[in-house]
């Protein structure tokens, strides 16, 4: 349902504000595509499908690709679960299907299930630092997220590392509840250079889409992240 046919009212007060103001705004500049990316993993996690369906064409047209638009959703597994990522995974299936792209997309998967759980283990060095080298050893959800969510999901091409811990970042903040994971991930974003500024700019652009509370409880773990 299109909420700007069946209530024209709402659809001229929200995006007076979300489609104008905000990103209008000085202290919310960012490029087409991580604003993109920002807004769409942030409709996962808040599970804002019809929007999602609505924004995501918008996205495309500003540079977003398929393929990362794929990505973002497969990523949304590991910090949402299978049970509030369907619907999604269906949801850019039929936007890329309006749009004439052929599906299935080729393959991003780089690891082997030989190989995944090292793999998965550099990316959580790379973005953590060398005390997660052994951290897998310490019980099987530490295993699993080396070799599934870090192993199986941020080793994929299409998006780079950074772009990958930008939309973490983004599901946590808008699930709400995760705060010491929103935490941690903050400071995995500094760590790739998505310094404070560039994380705070994120949190404001997202601001409409999930509300003040949850937005203000992003803003502090930013701030507690950097200490």
Same mark, same amino acid.
């Given at each position: 349902m299109?909420?700007?046919?069946?209530?024209?009212?709402?659809?001229?007060?929200?995006?007076?504000?979300?489609?104008?103001?905000?990103?209008g705004?000085?202290?919310?500049?960012?490029d087409p595509v991580t604003r993109s990316l920002a807004v769409l993993a942030t409709l996962v996690g808040c599970q804002g499908v019809e929007l999602f369906k609505l924004v995501l064409?918008?996205?495309?047209?500003?540079?977003?690709?398929?393929?990362?638009?794929?990505?973002l959703v497969y990523q949304g597994v590991d910090y949402l679960g299978?049970?509030?990522v369907l619907p999604f995974v269906d949801a850019v299936n039929q936007v890329l299907t309006a749009r004439g792209v052929a599906l299935p997309l080729p393959s991003q998967s780089t690891t082997t299930p030989e190989t995944r759980l090292e793999k998965g283990v550099d990316a959580q060095v790379t973005i953590f630092g060398d005390g997660m080298r052994d951290a897998w050893r310490q019980?099987?959800? /530490?295993?699993? %997220? @080396?070799?599934n969510c870090f192993g199986d999901y941020y080793t994929r091409t299409g998006l780079d590392l950074r772009q990958r811990e930008l939309i973490t970042f983004c599901f946590l903040a808008a699930q709400g509840g995760c705060e010491p994971q929103l935490t941690?991930?903050?400071?995995? /974003?500094?760590? %790739? @250079?998505?310094?404070?500024?560039?994380?705070?700019?994120?949190?404001l652009n997202c601001l409409p889409y999930i509300g003040y509370p949850r937005s203000l409880n992003a803003l502090t773990c930013i701030r507690n992240a950097r200490t």
């Open positions: 299109d909420y700007r046919r069946t209530d024209p009212e709402f659809a001229a007060l929200a995006e007076a504000f979300a489609r104008h103001e905000v990103p705004d000085p202290d919310c500049t960012l064409p918008e996205a495309l047209d500003a540079g977003l690709t398929p393929v990362m638009a794929k990505e299978l049970g509030r019980g099987t959800i /530490n295993r699993w %997220l @080396g070799a941690a991930h903050a400071k995995g /974003n500094m760590n %790739l @250079g998505n310094d404070e500024e560039f994380l705070t700019r994120v949190v």
